[in-house]
């Protein structure tokens, strides 16, 4: 259903899709349209979907004598007194009204809702649920909602609590997809397959549907979600599946067995780990295949991933084919040019940068010279996607740090080939389990070893108390020779005009104040995301040669910037950013002989889970700890980010809270995909429905 066709029949056995407008639902006129379209509501089926985010527990009725203060409750009792009414001031009228049961009376007090005045009589028996509070050993409710004693409409029963805007109501929501189910109500197609409904003990779809919106009881409600979920992450899963299975079908490139990746391996200046070799096994197996390679390589910051790109370029360099390295800023690129040439050269391999700041002269130079075949590796950013780009036989691709691009671009780059193989590196440390469940569609491998003799980078949380022991601490390693990053809160190109410029005061003055005030006799230079490319390359290199003690940024320097005489990192308001990005920052120090610190400043009146990410930070270094971590404290969303880092985003799902249900969905789907590759089988025809459907949004996949 979630992302499917739902249809349902008409009493003529006509199929009405549920894809028809929500203004067709009693109850929405012309004026909610708009609303329910702002909540990403457009059709009958985006409203039966749209899963409350809360409920609310008015079933249950008590006695007014064991009433606790505070609470929220529902009491069933008779109006024992007059209804009322008194102006007391302007703009505020108030009514009232006594009512009992058998074992005691309360006050109810309505204030400005004098209509309720003529729904309210003397003598008749209500349901009323609202706060009951004590004042002076007497329980008053305040503006309850109620129902006759034989209705069950405000009261009585467990109430979804809907995301929306202040403009529409929880009432209008609510009597929207009543009206929506009640349309719907017994002509809707089963979209699970009889099969595993029975086999898994789920309810069917109407039901599922009803009680998720309008629970009996809390165990329906959770049995309803199981449904959902359930069939939102086998949609995925067999989707996936699908998708690797397709890829698979294509006939790749088989690279030269004797293009020996050992040749180049020989040649470095250190000795590689034992987890890098693993992987590059790994890849020198795909490589060998006729297969397309369809790798996704993870490593935490500076576990060694670049070098293993490198080693794989080489054998498809010797293999007689071009590489295409894309990494997501021109900083990144430019890094990369360097450490490929600095590798590839010595052995006559050919490398060019390609950057969107490439003079156009210059850049037709590349372009000829990839043509004709003279260029042997070509990195870039994702300049390298553009038309006029046009390699004469292109193996391999590589991007760096997947999360910046989005599946089009991964296959926008790969379709300038004939099945080039690629390779897919991230230093985002996603769990493994989480992983192969969510690159489904790739193959894994993980450098989980950091090269030998790194320092532990030591990390300390301080709040403002410690503010000049840190500068003083600072400056003895800046008059040591080392260098050091300060981080201010997150700019991202993408973000409202008015967060960013805010964003970009804060660097703008935090440089003036380490410039001006704290650190005068030094040379302080800021770069943020928003300056003119050249700019900021310019700064990075001065940063680089040692030409800049302290270097103020935003977090552009996150990704993979090496500068190893580095030590410390300065994290600005530390409490502002998620643990994923810390654990990233943290990661541009450490790099070289020296020991290094990173430098937490956080606001003492932070969140809890603001204060949680300080404590784990200092606690460990290990990306993947990390991850765990930050899953268990956001959930998914803070830790992948937005829409724009390509992970499916789930309608009913929860990563962390439905891991179990994940991991047997993924166990059904391998089953059901090995029983039934292509979801042939009659018994498999609804799984084919929801497969393709998903297939067809496969863009958010
Ligand atoms: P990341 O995985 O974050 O991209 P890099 O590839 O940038 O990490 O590697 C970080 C640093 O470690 C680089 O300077 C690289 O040359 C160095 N390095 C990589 N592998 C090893 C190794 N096996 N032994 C020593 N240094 C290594
Ligand atoms: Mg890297």
Redesign the pocket.
């Known amino acids: 259903l979630v992302g499917s066709e739902m249809c349902i029949r008409d009493r003529g056995s006509k199929m009405i899709d549920l894809k028809q407008n929500v203004q067709y639902v009693k109850s929405v006129g012309p004026a909610k349209v708009p609303l329910l379209n702002s909540l990403n509501i457009y059709t009958i089926e985006d409203l039966l979907t749209y899963f409350p985010r809360d409920y609310e527990d008015r079933s249950k009725t008590k006695n007014i004598a064991d009433l606790i203060n505070g609470e929220e409750v529902t009491i069933q009792a008779t109006v024992v007194s007059e209804v009322t009414i008194n102006r007391i001031r302007k703009n505020m009228t108030i009514i009232k009204a006594t009512v009992e049961d058998n074992t005691g009376r309360c006050t109810i007090t309505w204030f400005n809702q004098t209509y309720i005045k003529q729904h309210i009589k003397r003598g008749e028996t209500y349901k009323f649920f609202g706060k009951a509070i004590n004042e002076f050993n007497h329980f008053e409710m305040r503006n309850p909602v109620f129902d006759k004693v034989d209705t069950s409409k405000n009261t009585g029963k467990i109430m979804p609590i809907y995301p929306t805007t202040y403009k529409l109501s929880q009432t209008a929501i609510r009597q929207a997809v009543e009206n929506a189910l009640n349309m719907v109500n017994g002509k809707l197609s089963e979209t699970l397959p009889d099969y595993l409904l029975n086999e898994y003990n789920l309810l069917d779809l109407q039901n599922s549907l009803n009680q998720i919106h309008f629970p009996i009881d809390m165990e329906h409600k959770i049995q309803a979600r199981k449904r959902l979920v359930f069939e939102e992450l086998l949609t995925m899963q067999l989707a996936l599946l699908e998708l690797k299975g397709n890829s698979e079908k294509n006939k790749g490139i088989t690279f030269d067995k004797n293009a020996k990746m050992s040749d180049v391996i020989n040649s470095l200046p250190?000795?590689?780990?034992k987890a890098?070799l693993r992987v590059l096994e790994e890849i020198d197996a795909d490589m060998e295949s006729e297969k397309p390679m369809n790798r996704l390589l993870q490593?935490?910051?500076?576990?060694?991933?670049?070098?293993v790109s490198i080693i794989s370029a080489y054998k498809a360099v010797k293999s007689g084919y071009q590489v295409a390295i894309m990494a997501p800023t021109a900083i990144l690129a430019t890094q990369h040019m360097e450490?490929f040439s600095k590798i590839l050269a010595p052995l006559g391999i050919k490398c060019e940068l390609l950057l969107g700041a490439t003079t156009a002269k210059n850049k037709k130079d590349i372009l000829e010279r990839l043509q004709t075949g003279e260029i042997d590796v070509l990195i870039g950013t994702h300049a390298l996607i553009t038309e006029n780009v046009t390699f004469k036989n292109l193996g391999l691709v590589v991007t760096d740090e997947q999360h910046r691009f989005g599946v089009k671009q991964r296959t926008a780059i790969a379709a300038k080939g004939n099945n080039p193989d690629t390779l897919v590196m991230t230093?985002t440390p996603i769990p493994r389990t989480l992983a192969l469940i969510l690159y489904g569609d790739l193959d894994i491998s993980i450098?989980d070893e950091l090269?030998?003799n790194r320092k532990k980078i030591e990390t300390y949380a301080v709040t403002k108390s410690m503010e000049e022991r840190i500068n003083n601490f600072i400056k003895k390693n800046i008059d040591e020779g080392r260098q050091i990053y300060v981080v201010c809160p997150l700019v991202e190109e993408k973000e409202e005009e008015d967060e960013t410029t805010k964003d970009l005061k804060a660097v703008k003055e935090w440089t003036k104040i380490y410039k001006e005030q704290i650190f005068p006799e030094y040379r302080v230079e800021c770069v943020y995301g928003k300056m003119k490319q050249k700019e900021k390359d310019e700064i990075m290199q001065k940063f680089k040669d040692g030409e800049i003690d302290i270097l103020v940024s935003t977090t552009v320097i996150e990704v993979?910037v090496?500068v190893?005489n580095a030590n410390i990192m300065v994290v600005e308001n530390a409490d502002r950013f998620g643990l994923a990005q810390l654990h990233q920052l943290r990661?541009r120090v450490g790099?070289g002989q020296y020991q290094s610190y990173c430098v937490l400043k956080y606001n003492s009146k932070c969140s809890q889970v603001g204060k949680e990410r300080m404590k784990t930070m200092q606690e460990t270094n290990d990306g993947f700890v990390i991850a765990e971590k930050d899953l268990e404290l956001r959930g998914t969303g803070e830790f992948f980010g937005t829409r724009q880092h390509g992970i499916p985003e789930f309608k009913i799902a929860n990563l962390f809270v439905d891991m179990p249900m994940l991991k047997s969905v993924q166990s059904v789907a391998l089953k059901i995909e090995s029983e039934d590759k292509g979801l042939t089988q009659e018994k498999n025809k609804r799984l084919r429905k929801l497969v393709d459907n998903k297939l067809k949004q496969s863009v958010s996949l």
Do not use: C, H, Y
């Not at 250190?270 to 780990?273: E, I, R, V």
């Not at 490593?299 to 070098?307: E, F, L, Q, R």
């Open positions: 250190f000795k590689l780990t890098q490593g935490d910051v500076g576990s060694g991933k670049t070098v450490e230093a450098i090269p030998p993979g090496n190893p990661g790099r």
